[in-house]
């Protein structure tokens, strides 16, 4: 729901201020549609049903996977795809993976994303609409921007969602925002007085091989962004998590593992928790590395003074895991 032309609109029709909170307190605890918002006069209800459409976002498509997991494809008003991911745990937790643009312009080979067209960077409500309409299945309260797009290339938009994410049940110390390495973003995160939580998706300690994954590499080299995370380290007083994704033969031997710890290891043991991630193909040249040989580099960071663990695979089935997201556009 664009809030902005909400307020513009109630005050076009003269009405108090508090419509507004009343109707963000409905919205932001589920409801989905102002007909049930039953505090508010008929009238007005059926004015804002046509003056303020209820999300920016339509949804195209929704594919439930046997683990729970919930993957909805959205349009926007002018048509660009935005994919989000809700995935349900064991342990209870809802956590959600939001998109900051509709496709995204940084090209990382291995990721589906990244080859399809950018379109756009995402708004703050086109942001927070992706979390409402899980709202709407039930409560939510974790998430991390780390479906389409590079968040900090649209930091604006994605901190102003931030604020309205605890209104859903998202607390900024239980978001995390994920990121490729542009500094800048990490730079002002760590001047953020919101305990939001910081990723780096690594991927590859060697610089040769980390431009070839991830041509970002070349703007911003790991080495000035592993001293932009270290600085966040030391403001927030928050571990910074590790993005790792395993692919056969290109960055999971026992000499990539030796180089990733000596990379992260001078800041300190707990500086940073590596999170291995096991590839899902997406139809790119590269294959996952199998479980043994995931292991064999879990156990040699661990080795070498290293917090590190392999991410559960969620949704596979419905093309929901990381990397996966990529809406035909
Ligand atoms: S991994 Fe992230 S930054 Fe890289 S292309 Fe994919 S969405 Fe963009």
Redo the contacts with the bound molecule.
Sequence with gaps: MDLQLLAQTLDELGEPPFRARQVWRWTSRGADSYESMTDLPLALRSVLAERVPFSTLAVENEAHARDGTVKALFRTADGHPVEAVLMRYRDGRRSLCLSS?SG?????T?????QMRFGRNLTASEVVDQALHFRRLGPVDHAVFMG???PLMNLDAVLAACERLPDVGITARRTAI?T?GWIPGIVRLAADPRPLGLAL?LHAADPVLRSAL?P?NDRYPLEDVLAACEDYHRRKRRKVFVEYVMLAGINDSHVQAVQLADALGSAGPNTYKVNLIPYNPTGSAFEGSSPKAIEAFRAELERRGLRATVRLTRGRDIDAAC?Q?AAAG
Excluded at 110 to 114: E, K, L, N, S, V
Aim: one cysteine or more; proline letters at 5%.
């Design positions: 643009q995204c312009p940084l090209t990382c291995f990721c589906a994303t990244g389409m797009g590079e994920s490729v998706s991830m970002v990397g997201l």
